[in-house]
């Protein structure tokens, strides 16, 4: 149709513009549905299902697990996000590295980040995300790379401060000037494209020179940590 973002629903996504129907729709309306309560919700039932429509609209994410989440227990998530993650690479979404849709609070701004799992809301830890964020700039090589190495997210919450600092590299999407889905998905082949020259043995090797582990801590009501109930691979602590 002239316009992809109706097109067919399939599987929650659309066919012709998955992508873009997904950061859009987000964008739209999540401040709206965060007023209302959480449980049967339809925008919440949506975005968790992304986790399985996604790979099948976008072939090139089946190789990866996805998660997605708007929050828990009822409580609506500051911040929703849709994760890709190499198991190798990101055991779960509290170590590693790993690929993120992530969005400002006030849902102007999306991103595309290639970031750290963390869990630990203490400033000291701050400090070593940025370090590790660093390193594994300097061995992709991805310093100037988009102009993106820094987020904002208006974040508003601890959780949401230490998705900045474990930011490595990204892309920035405007609400209100969204590309087209033919953008939108090669920028997803070039960062899954770096993501995929990351090896378990360099990970371990740069993170275990940043002064110890980035460790498990208390969350904020209505936050969700990624991964949360799947131990970490001691192995990263």
């Known amino acids: 149709g002239e316009n992809d973002d109706d097109g067919g629903e399939v599987q929650g996504t659309t066919s012709a513009s998955p992508l873009r129907f997904c950061l859009f729709r987000t964008m739209s309306e999540y401040i709206a549905a965060k007023t209302e309560p959480q449980k049967d919700h339809e925008f919440a039932t949506w975005f968790r299902g992304l986790a399985q429509s996604l790979p099948l609209a976008v072939p090139d994410l089946r190789e990866y697990k996805i998660d997605s989440s708007v929050g828990h227990s009822g409580n609506w998530a500051f911040i929703p996000w849709i994760s890709i993650r190499r198991p190798d690479l990101a055991p779960t979404l509290q170590s590693g590295v790993f690929l993120s849709y992530l969005f400002s609070s006030d849902m102007t701004t999306g991103y595309l980040s290639l970031g750290q799992g ?8 701050k400090a070593r995300l940025e ?15 988009r102009g ?13 401060h230490n998705y900045e600092a474990g930011h490595i590299v990204g892309i920035r999407y405007e609400r209100d000037a969204l590309p087209p889905e033919s953008i939108l998905a090669a920028d997803l082949k070039e960062m899954l494209g770096l ?3 990351l090896t378990p043995e360099l990970l371990q090797e740069t993170l275990q020179e940043s002064t110890g582990p980035v460790t498990a801590g208390p969350t904020e009501a209505g936050e969700v940590i990624p991964g949360e109930v799947i131990p970490v691979a001691p192995e990263l602590q």
């Open 148 to 160: 993106t190495s820094a987020i904002d997210l208006k974040p508003g919450s601890a959780l949401g």
């Open 195 to 197: 993501y995929t020259r």
């Open 131 to 145: 370090d590790r964020a660093m390193k594994v700039r300097t061995i992709l090589d991805v310093s100037d790379q």
């Open 118 to 125: 963390a869990s630990d809301m203490k400033a000291a830890n």
